[in-house]
C-alpha cells in the first residue's frame, strides 16, 4: 500500500511540473497580432523580448501617414488564451484588449516594412532613404 501511495505522489508531481511548464512556456512566448483595416500592415506585439503594443501602435500611425489614410483602424487579430492561468490578469487588463478583434487575412501583408527596409527586431536597416555611395561622391 505504501508504494502505490509514492506512486500517486510522484504522479501529482510530476502533472504538477507539466501543468507549471505549460504555463511558463505560454506566458514567456507570449505574442500578439494587429492588422490594419485597409489589410496593408500587420504588424506582432513579443512583450517578453521588448515589443509592446506602443510600438505596434506608433509603427500603426506611421502605416497611416505614410499611406495617406487618416482613417484606418488597426485591429486585433490575436484572441484571449483564457486556458492559460498565468495569462489571466493580462488578458483582463491590457490595453490590447480593448482594440477591435477582426479574424487574421490568410496571407497577412508587411508592405509597409518591407518598403521601409525595415522588419521585426531587425535593427541593422534603417527607415531612413538610402543613398548610393556613387551619387553620394559627385555631390
Do not use: C
Not at 40 to 52: Q, V
Not at 112 to 128: A, N, Q, V
Not at 134 to 139: D, M, T, V, Y
Amino acid at each position: 500500500m505504501k508504494l502505490k501511495k509514492k506512486y500517486v505522489w510522484l504522479l501529482g508531481v510530476i502533472v504538477l511540473l507539466v501543468f507549471a511548464g505549460f504555463n511558463l512556456h505560454q506566458w514567456a512566448f507570449a505574442f500578439y497580432n494587429y492588422e490594419s483595416s485597409d489589410r496593408g500592415m500587420a504588424d506582432a506585439e513579443y512583450p517578453l523580448k521588448g515589443r509592446g503594443l506602443k510600438i505596434v501602435q506608433a509603427d500603426f500611425e506611421n502605416y497611416k501617414e505614410w499611406k495617406g489614410q487618416s482613417d484606418l483602424i488597426l485591429y486585433r487579430t490575436s484572441k484571449p488564451k483564457w486556458w492559460v492561468p498565468s495569462l489571466l490578469l493580462d488578458n483582463i487588463f491590457n490595453e490590447r484588449w480593448k482594440l477591435p478583434y477582426m479574424e487574421p487575412s490568410p496571407n497577412p501583408k508587411s508592405d509597409y516594412f518591407e518598403e521601409m527596409g525595415r522588419f521585426y527586431g531587425d535593427k541593422k536597416k534603417s527607415i531612413s532613404p538610402q543613398v548610393n555611395p556613387s551619387e553620394a561622391s559627385q555631390k
